[in-house]
């Protein structure tokens, strides 16, 4: 167990002609715990990940998965030994079979656990002898889980993995990312379902338009953002309440609304120069903060 | 499990393509000789000739169809990611697919002549071992530039219709260069050599004079160059 980034990218960037889709990405996943990468559709998530598992190569910058240089197919094919990932469409081979899927990948692993993919073989209910083309969505979800979860690997890349699955699965989904976790693996998974990530995940990147906008723990986020709001006897003025660690200023007639990753008490001090009448703060959800980076961008 | 999965991807189009050209030319050659005189031998051996000209036209067919697929049809079903996350080089993905081609391609040049044979030695009109294992080496060895340009083409063309459609085109286009480039150097004619029509003796109808090593040698070189083009294209390649 080691304490290096399990990713670390410096300036990466990703363009398409002359559409970014990555810009100077600064990203740092820590060991041992579950990283979540939120962003809206098209935020450059996708394209991260295949930068990281060497799909697409970087247009700029350069970055590291358990301590391999993206860059080089070589060392790319290293990671990859290490690194379990679930595509986003969970992708797989339609003409092979649900047993020859398993055998098939569990063939290129190291530290592939039969005993476990046996076990899950039996909670997800997989047909073995069923062509992977005729499964239900959800059953080729879990039959891409069941491919990353049969193994120990250092680092768990999962797009959007609860995709396709019930809440019953979704509910293992979590539960066995945590055990994972738990077991030394580190865990970086991007979501839409905000109420998923508040739940298990450790840390918080949100990605918008390939910027990264957020790289925080889940409780540092938690302590630090508040929405503050404010009534005042006339119409306030917004720009007085532009300052360091204001995210946003909304006002409607005599009523403000601040959004704050900081400084609180600077605008609470604000207010009460300013004469007003009401004033509430309140803690905020991981929902309201991703709500507001990327409207504010 | 990469030779599985190769397998397991080609496996359709290999056994239908066997099926096809075993009992497509078993039939022909059943059929033609029902019809043919009892002697001379000779007329035996030019419906050989006949028969090994027909097997390189639909053989090429076949292996034009057998290069198709790889990682940009994957993309195209978006299955690429699951190949490119394992942990295995492109150029292997690569190699490993062109060796099973090349495997599947042999066979069905050699397993028609196989089935030919047999039934002219049921027909009792026996014709040799070593006649016709000299057409499957020029039919393997200049056809493989053929197999060679569709696992090009895939490398470079998206596409489960175009690629094939290119494939096919280019092949086209191969025969006219090297049937116009003949004219002035005979040698350079690949359907002639793949044929046996260089070595085809008119009095005796079997293939005579040396193995043409040189020919050998320069269609397994440029089909080598084309594998190599199209590894070096899917290892540049972005999915």
Redesign the interface.
């Known amino acids: 167990m080691t304490n290096a980034p399990a990713i670390e990218t410096h300036g990466l960037v990703k363009s398409y002609g002359r559409v970014e889709a990555v810009r100077a990405l600064n990203l740092c996943v820590e060991p041992n715990c579950i990283t979540a990468f939120l962003g809206c559709n098209g935020a450059g998530k996708s394209t991260t990940i295949?930068m990281l598992?060497?799909?697409?190569?970087p247009s700029a910058g350069e970055g590291t998965v358990l301590g391999k240089r993206i860059g080089d197919?070589?060392e790319s094919?290293?990671a990859?030994?290490k690194?379990s990932?679930v595509?986003e469409?969970k992708?797989?081979?339609?003409?092979?079979s649900v047993e020859?899927t398993i055998?098939?990948?569990g063939?290129?692993?190291r530290d592939w656990r039969d005993e476990t993919a046996k076990e899950l073989l039996y909670r997800y209910g997989l047909p073995l002898e069923r062509k992977v083309r005729l499964l239900s969505k959800g059953m080729r979800t879990k039959l891409a889980l069941l491919l990353a979860f049969a193994r120990r690997p250092e680092l768990l890349i999962l797009d959007e993995p609860s995709e396709g699955l019930d809440p019953v699965g979704i509910e293992e989904l979590l539960q066995t990312l945590v055990g994972q976790c738990a077991e030394g693996t580190t865990v970086f998974f991007s979501s839409h379902q905000i109420a998923e990530v508040e739940r298990i995940a450790d840390r918080v990147c949100i990605l918008d338009k390939g910027r990264l906008m957020v790289d925080a723990s889940l409780d540092h986020l938690r302590e630090s953002y508040r929405r503050i709001d404010l009534v005042f006897p006339t119409t306030p003025c917004e720009p007085d309440f532009r300052m360091n660690g204001i995210e946003s200023v909304r006002g409607a007639g005599c009523q403000l609304s601040v959004f704050a990753s900081g400084n609180v008490e600077a605008v609470i001090e604000r207010a009460h120069d300013l004469r007003a009448t009401s004033i509430e703060v309140a803690p905020v959800g991981l929902r309201d903060i991703f709500l507001e980076t990327v409207k504010e961008n | 499990?990469l030779w599985?999965?190769a397998w397991?991807?080609t496996r359709t189009r290999f056994l239908v393509s066997l099926g096809f050209l075993v009992i497509i030319l078993t039939f022909f050659v059943h059929h033609a000789e029902s019809i043919l005189p009892r002697e001379p031998k000779a007329s035996t051996y030019e419906l050989m000739f006949f028969a090994h000209s027909y097997l390189a036209g639909l053989w090429m067919l076949c292996v034009i169809l057998l290069g198709m697929g790889g990682l940009l049809r994957e993309r195209a079903?978006?299955?690429?990611?699951?190949t490119?996350?394992?942990?295995?080089?492109?150029a292997r993905l690569a190699a490993v697919r062109i060796t099973v081609g090349v495997m599947q391609s042999i066979a069905l040049a050699i397993v028609p002549w196989a089935a030919i044979l047999f039934v002219s030695a049921i027909a009792g009109r026996p014709f040799f071992v070593s006649q016709a294992s000299f057409y499957v080496l020029l039919l393997v060895t200049g056809g493989m530039v053929y197999f060679a340009l569709a696992i090009l083409v895939s490398s470079i063309v998206d596409g489960e219709y175009t690629a094939p459609a290119v494939a096919y085109g280019a092949a086209i286009l191969v025969g006219i260069i090297c049937g116009s480039v003949s004219k002035l150097r005979p040698f350079l004619d690949l359907w002639r050599f793949i044929t046996g029509d260089n070595h085809y003796n008119k009095t005796t109808h079997l293939l005579s004079g040396p193995i043409p090593w040189f020919g050998i040698f320069a269609c397994l070189c440029v089909a080598a160059l084309m594998f190599l083009a199209s590894v070096r294209v899917i290892?540049r390649r972005?999915?």
Not at chain 2, 77 to 82: H, I, P, R, W
């Open positions: 295949k598992l060497g799909m697409i190569a197919p070589n094919r290293e990859r030994g690194i990932y595509a469409n992708p797989l081979y339609g003409y092979m020859q055998r098939f990948a063939s290129f692993y | 499990m599985y999965k397991l991807e079903a978006g299955v690429s990611s699951f490119l996350a394992l942990p295995v080089s492109r290892q972005e999915f």
